[in-house]
T-cell receptor, first 112, second 117 residues
């Protein structure tokens, strides 16, 4: 069963506009979430994280929002740039933290 | 090197062949993880090492999969008698700290793409 879900496999956005990537989870025990960015032929790289004691975390152009009651988080990128074009995964550590559950990813294309 | 490296980057195997995939973590990283990423899917956890100890192998899909990290640095993932369903990208990740529930991330290598014919 997929405990972390990204229901949008792809997203296209014009340069300069906002990109919003969504992620849902089913396990209420998750209390920390991460977003990873992946370019083709490279491994995922850490982008931003959020603890469940917060509802927002901001880092430059990237902001992650967490709605615990809805078991939903989102990544906002503003303004979007062509270099942001990549696959974005949300992830949640489980067990003692050694297992990460990943979503299936959303492929973002930022159109110049 | 500054990052996690994996070799080979690409491997083509005939069904039934044994393969060995290598991971060189970031120097000094105590934690090492293997993931399997099928086409169009997210990475799925396979196994975890803390130094040389394999503390969690619950994600290994069958007894054909075996991982080791004998000296607490380089790790090898071995797949015996490969099957077509083993075709995937195998990702290695490492971390400088022990797993925690918060304020923690893993650093990934580029992966090895395995194709079983």
């Amino acid at each position: 069963d997929q405990q972390v879900k990204q229901n949008s496999p792809s997203l296209s956005v014009q340069e300069g506009r906002i990109s919003i990537l969504n992620c849902d989870y089913t396990n209420s025990m998750f209390d920390y979430f991460l977003w990873y960015k992946k370019y083709p032929a490279e491994g995922p790289t850490f982008l931003i994280s959020i603890s469940s004691i917060k509802d927002k975390n901001e880092d430059g152009r990237f902001t992650v929002f967490l709605n615990k009651s809805a078991k939903h988080l989102s990544l906002h990128i503003v303004p979007s740039q062509p270099g942001d074009s990549a696959v974005y995964f949300c992830a949640a550590p489980f067990n003692t933290g050694n297992q990460f559950y990943f979503g299936t990813g959303t492929s973002l294309t930022v159109i110049p | 090197g500054a990052g996690v490296s994996q070799s080979p980057r690409y491997k083509v195997a005939k069904r039934g062949q044994d393969v060995a995939l290598r991971c060189d973590p970031i120097s000094g990283h105590v934690s090492l993880f293997w993931y399997q990423q099928a086409l169009g899917q997210g990475p799925e956890f396979l196994t975890y090492f803390q130094n040389e100890a394999q503390l969690d192998k619950s994600g290994l899909p069958s007894d054909r999969f075996f991982a080791e990290r004998p000296e607490g640095s380089v790790s090898t993932l071995k797949i015996q008698r490969t099957q077509q369903e083993d075709s995937a990208v195998y990702l290695c990740a490492s971390s400088s700290v022990f797993p925690q529930r918060e304020r923690y991330t893993q650093y990934f290598g580029p992966g090895t793409r395995l194709t079983v014919l």
